[in-house]
Structure formats: structure tokens, C-alpha cells
């Protein structure tokens, strides 16, 4: 049968059936009941595993999530004792506190950390908590692939820290360049550890991304036409596709160093036809897209928490959107302006300066738009809001150092100093790390059921504020005072010992900011106000169900009715009847305009993902030391991958799937058959 | 009383092809990303290209230089086999369409026959590279090249002779006739992916 037919004979089979809304008409208290009946059967058929085994086996998108956004918050404060003692060791000249190797590991750790095991996945698992609960499905596409997403980070994070631990951390700088990481100048194996630490962490994002995609392309629920999808949702599904498209270059440039470490290969070695700024090139063709894989996520938490607090819908919904895909796409031409100190021809260098001032015209809509929103509507400050509000005054100082750095001759001058470090600590703390404190304001509620404290969330917010300027406004002085990154300690006669002095003390008001917050979410779990399903009154998908959500996240798939479902939604809003409740199913919709198409069986629980982890594990942790254990490695990934094959997709439901195709189908319980109207 | 307004949805089918299963969705991602990074590895290929003064190095003999060209050989025959099992796989996946158990069958098995054979062309095509992997970055990039290739036909190959497997001993329901479908893609793929691989490594060179 040809393509054609098949979509022919699914429509005929959703038409009739999807299109007309029928109306039922039923008595209370025995409709009541048979929710109550339904409900009990829902939360049978979603249970999770506990203990033990549910740590490995559980395919929950929510509980994958909360570990992604713990583990990935432990590797943040790691991250930042890491930088406390940096700036204790640069507080004053000379200062003897770390030796040179130590500091070496330590700012290569530091940066490994924020990028690849706090920044990257903690953006993911926002996405792969919220992007069902918003777009109304019950778990995500592949909910299997997600827990060994899971796990190979994990990998990834405790490797990196068991290598720091022994004395063994990688101590080439977070790109670790060649010729410094290759194996004439790195002995030992600190680099090979940093560079499977990207391996691991590498697989996970591309993992979730296509979890992400493929939930928001497919599990909408009906009535979420694209052009009424989240803007949360938008932000994550166009951060997914740049994973896509950037994650593989730094796959590649890892594993030829790997490769030239290990087994001899020459793909930098100039001596033999290999190329040191090759790997520039591979590392910042992923490293810039990078930047805007931390950075669009978190515009998608500022979007709806600017809705929410000014109580009213986004202005420019359209520009929104198109900002978001065109801030991806030059993101892509900008790689080059890292690279200006290397000979690049100029008229690439003119090619690159202009795209990378191009950049700021979509972010410049965007905050454009939300001032739009915020402006004349009345403004309910809370914490969230608050973040929301110190990300646009960071944020644009952090762009605007951005514009000076695209251009050629002033970028040669303060290269490599600490105007850079000011810099791009401006975009990210300011662009992600403060949206990201306003969403854990703001869906903490959604995640406990409890919300955190508003007194404690503002002096979070302020010591954080205040904090962050402290440390970094200085670094900018200090950068065109010559001061370089990366050197572990300067002399009394530079003068730069007052500011530095001041980032140091900085650095502490931050730190305490952050403690501010872990006492704040530790005190909110015992004893938090109970939040309720819509503590502030917002309009995603999310908040209509419980806090925090039932396993199967929605009793009744909800039909959306606009783009904000809660705020528009009528009094008799059409619900989706019909998916079993004895067997773990979802509704799948076209992509385009959600149209109700198939009962998609999602995977529950299962051992199998974890042991490939395991296997993937194996495979690159050993691989730091010999090649066989590729071979070892695809042995043993070959026999988990075939019996996560041969598995029960769903093994609630067993005898269900014996029976095959036609009879699976479970019909709408008699008492709550539709009549006619 | 109370009204409420339904869709009723209990109709819908579990698994239909294309475009409509998540399936087909995650893989062609999972395309999607191994698709830029062969694009990255050509890029690769030319950038060290430039390197060279000639394209792959001269080898100095006692009497005069060699100029090392890769043979065409058991690439060729790779690429042949490779073509030859597309005619196989649409027939499966026409079948897998239809319905058509004994058609699927015999049409993976054929398939299957046609990817082991590659696979092991494919462990013999490395010697026709004059250089090894360690040699210079020429012998790198190829190496690197014809690997990342091997190692998607082992696993397409893999992948075929489970379901192969499953459609023997098991069910040859929807769920996996809609994998079969999503296998073919992947077929299709690793053999356009290598028309152009097998025209830069064996062909460029020869250009001058």
C-alpha cells in the first residue's frame, strides 16, 4: 500500500470519530464514581517502581527529571566551591593558597563543570519535566531512551570527579586546545578523562533532545496547532534542534584527540599533516551553538513567567517565535569569533564580526517584546519576576560587552584577559542562572507542592544581585588593565590587587545567595505554604493538574482552545475519552495541526536502558586506557541493546498484547459512552 | 445533570507508518544527527586536505615516487552489494506496508545477506588505504572515515537480523512492521551516506 493510501485509510478511521464532538450527558454522583473507578485504575497501571529498583528501572519523565535538576544542582555547587577558591587564591597578589597545577585543574573543572554537567542538562531536564505536563501528554516520546540519558550523564559527571579527586583532573581549560592537550604536552591521562567526560555528556544531550522533539512534535494534545504551542516549549524545542546540529562537531573533536592520545592517529599532529586550529574549528562549530543551548532554554522561562506576573499575553507571540529560530540559526556563523587571534583571512574575520553583531537584532525583539508585555499592566513582584527582572539588567550589560568583543582590533587587544571572563559571565550567569533561580520559584510549587518562601526568595535574590555585580563588573576594569585569564597568581606592582580584593568578597555575598536558596527549599519541603494545583494563576497546561502531578500526569487528555488553554479555556471544554486505563497509553497528533492519531503504547519500566549505560560505561571508561575495550565494549552494548529488543514494551499489560492488534482496542467504559446529541 | 463535550479517540489505531509513529520520528533524528556528523568529517576531510601538497602523500620508492591512490576494489564491491540490497529492502518494506509476513521474510534475509557481506568487504576495503591510521593525518581521516561507516552497517545489519528474528518466531504485528519500515529508512540512508563517502575517499583524489 502506498504512503498515500495509508494516510487515507487513518484518516477515515480518525475523521468521523475525532472531528465530531459529541456531548454526554450523565448524573453527577455516577459520573463521579466511574472517575473515581478510572482513577484508581490510572494510578495502578502508572505506579512507579520504589527503591532500589526503581532507581534503575523507573521511566517516569517526572522523576528522571527531578534527578537530572539534583544531580545537576550538586555539580553547581561543586562548580562553585571550585570558583571560591579561585577567587581566594586571586584575592590577593601572590597568594600561595592553590600551586599552579591545582589552580590548572581547578579553572578546567570549574568550566567543564558549568558547561557540561550543570548548564546543559539542567536545561534539558526542565524541558523534559515541564514539555509533557505543558503540552498535555502523559509521559515523554521515548521514555526509555531518557532514563539512559540519565544514567550516561551520571557516568560522565562521576568520572570527571573521580579523575579531580585523585589528582587526576584534566588541566587544559575547558576546550582543552592542542597542542597543550595533545600527547606531546599532556602526559598522563587527565585529558583523556575530560575528553570522555564529553563522550558521556554529549550522548545524554542528544538523548534528550530527541525525547524533547519528539514529544512536542507528536504528544500534543488536540487543539495545540503549532502556532498555539508555549513559548517554553518553542524555546526547548529549537534549543533541541541546535543540539542536533552542534553536539556532533565536539564528539568529533573529542574523539580524534582522543584518537591522537590513544592510538597514534595525527589529526593535529602539524609534523605529520594534522592541525592545531582544526580543532579550534570542530571545538567552537559546537562551543558557540553552546552558548545559545544554555541560553534559549531559559528565555522560555522568562516568557512565562512574564505572563503570569503582568497578568496579561505576550506581546509579539509571532517575533517571539521567530526570534527564537533565527537566534539559532546565526548562531551557527559565529564559531570564527573566538578564533581571531589565529589567522583566519580577514574577510572571514568581516564575515563573522557582522554576524555576530547580527545577533543581538532577535534577542533585541525579544526583550523588546517582554518590555512590551510589562509595560502599563499591573505588576505582581515576586521572586520569580524578580530574576526575571535582574536577567534584563545583566543580561544587556553581558550583550553589550558581547557587540564590543564581535569587533576584530578591540577583541586582539583584551584577548584571553579579564574582560572575556566578565563577559561571558554576564551572558550566562546573567542569561541563564538567573532565569533558571526565578523557574525554580517559579514550578517549585509544581514539583513539591509546597511554595518556597517569599521573604527568603527576595534576599536570594538580592545577595545573588548584588553578589554577582561584585565579582564580575571589577573583572572588566581588571581585563583592560591587562590582567590575563588562566594564570594562577600576578605581582603587587600590577595594581590589581583592590579589585581583584573586591570580585573575591563578591564571590561569597554570591555563594550565600545560593545558600540562601538550598536552606529555602529545604525549609519549603517540611513546612512551605501547600501550594494547590495554580498558585499563580497562570495559563500552561501544567498548572491545571494536581501539585504535584499524578503519575499519569492527566486524568483526561485536555483539548486546547488557544494559545494560554487555562486563561481561554470555556466551561464546557471538550475532553479526549477513550485511551485504556489499564495500559500505559498517550494520545499521538499530526505535527502540524495536532489532530487525535494513533493510541501510542508508551514504554513503562524496565532494567534494560540502565545496563546499556552501563555498557556504554564500560566501553569509554576503560577505552581511556586500551582500544580493545571498543571491542570489549560493543560486545557487551550489542547483547543489552538486543534484550532491551526483545523486552516487554509494557509489562503491566502482557496478555493485552498477546492478543494482538484489533483486540487491544479498549472502549470507553459502557457507562460513559458518549449519546448523541 | 451535566453535559461534557468528547472526542472520543478509542478507535485509533496503536501504530501506523511514517510520519504518524514517534518511531519513525526519534530515528529520523537520530539520522539527523549522524547525517552532520559525516558532514563535519567531510569537512574534515578537505580542511586537512589542504595540507598536502598532494592528495593522498607520495610515497618515495628506490627509483621514483608512487602516487599511494586508494584501490577501488572492495569499495566498489561494498557499494554494489549496498545498491543491490536496496532492491530487497523496498520489496520488505512494500510488504511490511501490506502486510505481506512471507514477502518481510524473505526480503530481510536477503538483506541481511547482502550487510554481513559488506561488513566483511568493509574489514577488507582498510587494506586497499595505502597508509595506516597512524601513518599521517591522510591515513587518519580515512581510517576514521570507513570506521564511522562500519560501525552504522554493523549496527543496521544488527538491527535487521533481530527483527529478521522477531517476524520468524514472533508476532509480525503492526508494532514491528512499523519497525521494519524505520529499518528501511536507516538502510537507505547508510547507502546514500556511502555513495558519497565512497565518491570523495576513492574519486577526489583521482581528480588531480
Known sequence: MSHKEAQKRTEERVAPRSRQVTRMELEENELAAAMEREREELERTWARPSGLRGWFTDTDHKRIAMRYIKTAFVFFVLGGIEAALMRIQLARPENHFLSPDQYNQIFTVHGSTMMFLFAVPIMTAMGIYLVPLMVGARDVAFPRLNLFGYFVYLTGGLLLYTGFILNTGPDAGWFAYVPLSGPAFSPGKRVDIWAQMITFTEISSLVGAIVIIGTAFKMRAPGMSLNRLPLFVWAQVVTAFMIIFAMPAVMLASSFLASDRLIDTHFFNPAEGGDAILYQHLFWFFGHPEVYIIFIPALGFISPIIVTFARRKIFGYVAMVLSLTSTAFIGFGLWVHHMFATPIP?????????ASMMIAIPSGVQIFCWI?????SKLNIKTPLLFVLGFFAIFILGGMTGVMLASVPLDLQIHDTFFVVAHLHYVLIGGSVFPLFGAFYYWFPKWTGRMLSESAGRLNFWLMFIGFNLVFFPMHQLGLHGMPRRVYTYLPETGWGTLNLIASIGAFVLAGGVLVFIINAAWALRAGAVAGANPWAADSLEWSIASPPPNY???????????????????DAPVVRGLSTTKRETLVTSVMDAQPELRFDIPGPSIWPSLVAVAVAVTFIVGIFTPWAFLVGAILAGITLICWFFADPNYENKT?????????????????????? | MSTRAVIDISELPHHEFDTYDPVWWGNNFLLAIETSMFGILIATY?????????????VAQLTATLK????????????????????????TDIAARRGNRAVSQIGLIIAVACGLAAVVLRGFEFSAVYFRWDSNAYGSVVWFMLGMHMLHLLVLTTEAILLMIWIFTREYDMKHRVDIVTVAVYWYWVTAIWLLLYAIIYFTPRLG
Open chain 2, 46 to 58: 578537505f580542511y586537512l586536505r589542504q595540507n598536502f601538497t598532494e592528495w593522498p602523500p607520495p
Open chain 1, 553 to 571: 500526569n492527566f486524568h483526561n487528555i485536555p483539548v486546547v482552545q488557544g494559545r494560554y488553554p487555562i486563561w481561554e479555556a470555556t466551561a
Open chain 2, 68 to 91: 599511494p591512490l586508494p584501490q577501488l576494489g572492495y569499495g566498489t564491491a561494498v557499494t554494489i552489494l549496498l545498491l543491490f540490497g536496496c532492491i530487497p529492502m523496498v520489496l
Open chain 1, 346 to 354: 580577514q574577510m572571514g574575520e568581516s564575515f563573522f564580526t557582522a
Open chain 1, 656 to 677: 493485552a498484547r498477546e492478543t494482538g492488534e484489533r483486540s487491544q482496542r479498549v472502549s470507553p467504559r459502557p457507562e460513559l459512552q458518549p449519546k448523541e446529541v
Open chain 1, 372 to 376: 512590551a508585555t510589562l509595560w502599563g
